[in-house]
């Protein structure tokens, strides 16, 4: 056999080798992932047997061990597919405003969450229920809460907990209640009147007509301002209207503030 001839017949039969090499291997690899895989990662081992829920809320811990119920058990590479998704679902309950699940390997979970705080509480249908700052309506509460402002007169058609207030009538509420603190007053009650707009309670019992929301921080501040001048002067106020061109105000006389 020429020497030519022989150096392509080995060459040949390493290339076959390396061939059949690499089509072993990755037959290897497809029956691993197709039988063994999945055995493997199903084991006892890998299951979740505890969801720590230590880092929330304790009003929170209920609804979120229901919503999580389902996932005890399974594996943990199953819930690290699904973990964007539980993540998203968390965010849909009223009162989660962030959440965050974290996988310890190789079978804990542990979820945090940041819960949505109350603004103010709206008084809807004959039933009290907190609102956060972004409108959403987080709960339905028995009794009124101390030191958040009351809300009357909204319209609001989304189901309740979950729904929205419509932007329209949320944003100016919040607009008007940011103004009014940094003046230093605290507003008790804020309450919409159909077409006369707006009207605040602050928590000393004065009343403000504030009108339609248009340049309601300009008509807040504008209170602000009568309010301490009459201070200035000794005069305690009972209410002032600047819902039109010309405010209007009215003292508190001697006998009312006895």
């Known amino acids: 056999m020429p020497p030519a001839l022989s150096r392509n017949a080995v060459k040949w039969r390493r290339r ?3 061939r059949a090499g690499v089509l072993g291997l990755a ?15 199903q084991m006892p081992v890998f299951r979740v047997q505890e969801i720590d829920l230590g880092s929330c809320p304790v009003e929170l811990r209920a609804p979120i061990a229901t919503l ?20 998203v679902d968390l965010t849909r309950l009223p009162a989660v405003r962030v959440a965050r699940v ?35 309506i987080v709960r ?21 907990p979950g729904g929205t207030i419509p932007a329209d009538q949320w944003q100016p509420l919040c607009e008007c209640l940011a103004a009014a ?26 009343r403000w007509i504030l009108g339609l929301p248009e340049n309601l921080i300009y008509k807040l501040q504008l209170c602000a301002a ?6 200035r002067e000794g005069t305690a106020l009972e209410y002032v209207d600047v819902s039109a061109e010309i405010p209007i105000c009215k003292p508190l006389v001697a006998s009312q503030r006895s």
């Open 16 to 18: 076959r080798l390396r």
């Open 27 to 41: 037959a290897g690899v497809l029956a691993w992932w197709t039988w063994g895989w999945p055995y493997v990662s």
């Open 68 to 87: 999580l119920r389902p996932y005890m058990g399974q594996s943990y590479f199953t819930l690290r597919r699904y973990r964007a998704q539980l993540e």
């Open 102 to 136: 974290e996988l310890q390997w190789p079978r804990w979970v542990k979820v945090h969450v940041l819960p949505r705080e109350p603004l103010m509480q709206v008084v809807f249908a004959d039933r009290l229920w907190l609102v956060d700052e972004e409108g959403v």
């Open 140 to 160: 339905e509460v028995a009794e009124r809460v101390p030191g958040l402002p009351l809300v009357y007169g909204l319209t609001v058609e989304e189901d309740f």
């Open 181 to 206: 603190r940094s003046k230093g007053v605290e507003l008790a009650c804020l309450a919409w009147k159909g077409e006369r707009g707006l009207q605040v309670r602050t928590s000393e019992g004065e």
């Open 226 to 231: 009568i309010r301490e001048s009459l201070r």
